[in-house]
């Protein structure tokens, strides 16, 4: 089992920068890919950035493509979200996830993650 903690959401004006965290436990963190996700109220879960196991991968959806960046430090079992240029759009609860299953390719659907943190909020105001 793997157990995923996320941090560091909160309110910031639009143009401003956040970082998220997400601590992971439970299992070795360099065996597994991480995902976050992110949703909005009265929307649907979305995927928002993927990165492998070593770091050496990412994978981002087009919304925030150029302005978020994930990162992970397998020293500390910590992945993370950096976002910059933020938006009123990019409102939302952000989980992180771990997909467990080894694979060559990073996954963007919510199906393929097979554990998840409790989520942060994010606010971005105008």
């Known amino acids: 089992q793997v157990q995923l903690v996320e941090s560091g959401g909160g309110l910031v004006q639009a143009g401003g920068s956040l970082r998220l965290s997400c601590a992971a436990s439970?299992?070795?963190?360099?065996?597994?890919?991480m995902g976050w996700f992110r949703q909005a109220p009265g929307k649907e879960r979305e995927f928002v950035a993927a990165?492998?196991?070593?770091?050496?991968?990412?994978y981002y959806a087009d919304s925030v493509k150029g302005r978020f960046t994930i990162s992970r430090d397998n020293a500390k079992n910590t992945v993370y979200l950096q976002m910059n240029s933020l938006k009123p759009d990019d409102t939302a609860v952000y989980y992180c996830?771990?997909?467990?299953?080894?694979?060559?390719?990073?996954?963007?659907?919510?199906?393929?993650?097979?554990?998840w943190g409790q989520g942060t909020q994010v606010t971005v105001s105008s």
């Open positions: 439970g299992r070795t963190f360099s065996d597994y890919a």
């Open positions: 990165v492998n196991w070593s770091g050496s991968s990412t």
């Open positions: 996830a771990a997909d467990l299953i080894k694979s060559q390719f990073l996954h963007i659907h919510l199906y393929d993650y097979d554990a």
